[in-house]
């Protein structure tokens, strides 16, 4: 991700060296879409590794139906209200 110098302000500590960063929303939104789809990438490795280690077998690497995958999303939501 490039982020030009001027969306980044520096604050400056008594001693002269950084101690914090202000980003404008535009970049800080940028940041949170790159941590995001490194978080997903990683998950999509792990899970192609568990589906590699059990052959294939995509119930015995973990994997649900998205039925049951949706009443279960379905449930926690419910529980939040």
Partial sequence: MNVP????LYVVG???KPT????????WE???DALEDAE?????????A????A???LA????ISWHKARSELERLDDAKK
Wanted: aromatic letters at 2%; a negative charge; hydrophobic letters at 45%.
């Fill in 30 to 32: 940028r940041i949170l």
């Fill in 50 to 53: 568990a589906l590699n280690t």
């Fill in 20 to 27: 914090a960063v202000l980003i404008n929303i535009t970049t």
């Fill in 60 to 63: 015995q690497a973990g994997f």
């Fill in 40 to 48: 997903d990438a990683a998950l999509v490795k792990e899970s192609l």
């Fill in 5 to 8: 110098n001027q969306d980044i």
């Fill in 55 to 57: 052959g294939g077998n």
């Fill in 14 to 16: 008594a001693e002269g």
